[in-house]
C-alpha cells in the first residue's frame, strides 16, 4: 500500500522524538501502509540514542523508491534522507536548516501529488524562524496551497480543520489580529469556507449529508444588532445562501453555548468567525488526541495539534499522542479510496 510521508518539521523542535515513539506505539493503526519520514537520518539515530527510544531505522537508499517499500512493521520507521547542513541541538532552531525544512515539505507534497504516497503528515515549523530565511507564507497552511498550486493544481482555498474526538471546528478567518476579523469577514468567505468543509467530511470522512453549525461574531450572536451587526448583516445572509445550495447550514448561535456537550451531537462541524473561537473548545476538551486537518486541497494532509515545543525539545517529555493521532487520521482518510488515485 502507499505510504505516508512525515515531514522534519524543525530538527530543533520534538517532531523526531515524537515520530519515533509514535512508531513503537501500539496506539498507531497504519494498517499495512510503512511510515517514512523525509529527514536526517544521523539526527534521527542520534536521539534514538539519546533518549532510549527502541525504533528500528531502515534508510532507504538511491535504489529505493516509494512504491516499493516493504509493508509496514509496528517498530521500523523508513527514512528518505535529507542532510541538514547545519546539526540540530534540540531548543535552540537555526535558519540554516530552513531549506532542508522546506525541502521535507516540497518532497511529501511532490510524491503525494505524484501519486506515490497516499498522504502527508507534517510536524511542526517555527514560521518566524523560516521567515528569517526569507519564508513569505502566512503560515503552513497556505504554503501547502501553494506548492499544489505550482504543481499544476486547481486549489479553491486550504482551509483549517481541527478535528478532535467529539468536536470538529473551523475557523473561517485564521491567522490574522483579532482586530481585523470583522474587516475581513464577509458572507462570501463563509459560503465558500462552509462549501469546502462539507465536501470534504464527504469525500474523506464519509458523511454523506454534513450538518454544519455556523457561530456567530457578536455575544449572544449579536441579540438582533444589540452587540454587533456582523451577524446579521454577514453570517446570516451566508447561512441562506448556503442552504439555498442544499447545504445542511444553521446559525448564527452564540458561542458561548455552541461547544456544549448537548449541542455537539446536532452537528458535524462547527464555523467559527476567527481563530481563537474554533481553537480553544477543541483544544480545551482533548488536545492530545485533536488532529490538524487542511481541507481543500488535492491530496491528505494531517498535522498534530502543537507547535515545535522548543522548551521540551531532547528532554523526553514530549508525548507523541497527537502526531498518533494524526498519522491514524492520514491512514483511515486514505483507506477511504478517494486519494489513493494519482492526481
Known amino acids: 500500500m502507499k505510504p505516508l510521508l512525515v515531514t522534519m518539521g524543525d530538527p530543533a523542535g520534538i517532531g523526531g522524538e515524537i515520530l519515533l515513539r ?3 506505539d501500539a496506539r498507531l493503526k497504519t494498517g499495512d501502509r510503512p511510515v517514512i519520514a523525509l529527514d536526517d537520518p544521523d539526527r534521527l539515530n542520534k536521539l534514538k540514542q539519546q533518549l532510549g527510544i527502541d525504533t528500528a531505522i531502515n534508510v532507504l537508499d538511491a535504489t529505493d523508491t516509494l512504491d516499493s517499500i516493504p509493508e509496514a512493521k509496528s517498530d521500523t520507521l523508513h527514512v528518505w534522507p535529507l542532510p541538514m547542513p547545519v546539526a540540530a541541538e534540540p531548543g535552540k532552531p537555526s535558519s540554516d536548516n530552513a531549506a532542508a525544512i522546506l525541502a521535507s515539505i516540497e518532497r511529501a507534497v511532490a510524491a503525494t501529488l505524484d501519486g506515490h504516497a497516499a498522504a502527508v503528515i507534517t510536524n511542526p515549523i517555527a514560521k518566524d524562524v523560516l521567515i528569517r530565511a526569507g519564508f513569505r507564507h502566512p503560515g503552513h497552511t497556505e504554503y501547502l496551497g501553494q ?19 467529539s468536536l470538529r471546528t473551523i475557523p473561517v478567518t485564521v491567522h490574522i489580529a483579532l482586530a481585523t476579523v470583522p474587516l475581513v469577514l464577509n458572507t462570501d468567505l463563509i459560503i465558500e469556507t462552509a462549501e469546502i468543509a462539507a465536501a470534504d467530511l464527504t469525500a474523506n470522512f464519509g458523511i454523506t449529508h454534513p450538518r454544519l453549525a455556523i457561530s456567530g ?3 449572544h450572536a449579536g441579540e438582533s444588532g444589540l452587540m454587533g451587526k456582523e451577524d ?10 448556503l442552504q439555498a445550495k442544499g447545504i445542511d ?4 448561535f452564540p458561542a458561548d453555548t455552541l461547544f456544549e ?9 462547527a464555523l467559527c468567525m476567527y481563530h481563537d473561537q474554533a481553537l480553544i473548545p477543541v483544544k ?3 488536545m492530545a488526541n485533536t488532529v490538524n486537518v487542511t481541507l481543500g486541497l488535492p491530496f491528505i ?7 515545535t515545543a522548543f522548551d521540551i525539545a531532547g528532554k523526553g517529555i514530549a508525548q507523541p499522542d497527537s502526531l498518533i493521532a494524526a498519522i491514524n487520521m492520514a491512514a483511515e482518510m486514505a483507506d477511504k479510496g478517494e486519494h489513493d488515485n494519482d492526481h
Not at 456537550?261 to 462541524?269: G, L, T
Not at 494532509?301 to 507547535?307: A, I, K, N, V
Open 22 to 24: 509514535a512508531i513503537a
Open 147 to 165: 506548492l499544489a498550486e505550482d504543481a499544476g493544481h486547481t486549489v479553491r482555498r486550504p482551509v483549517m480543520m481541527l478535528a478532535g474526538p
Open 217 to 219: 461574531l457578536n455575544p
Open 232 to 241: 446579521d448583516e454577514i453570517i446570516k445572509p451566508a447561512i441562506a445562501a
Open 249 to 252: 447550514a444553521n446559525g448564527p
Open 261 to 269: 456537550q448537548s449541542k455537539r451531537s446536532f452537528y458535524d462541524v
Open 284 to 286: 480545551t476538551l482533548d
Open 301 to 307: 494532509r494531517t498535522s498534530p495539534d502543537h507547535g
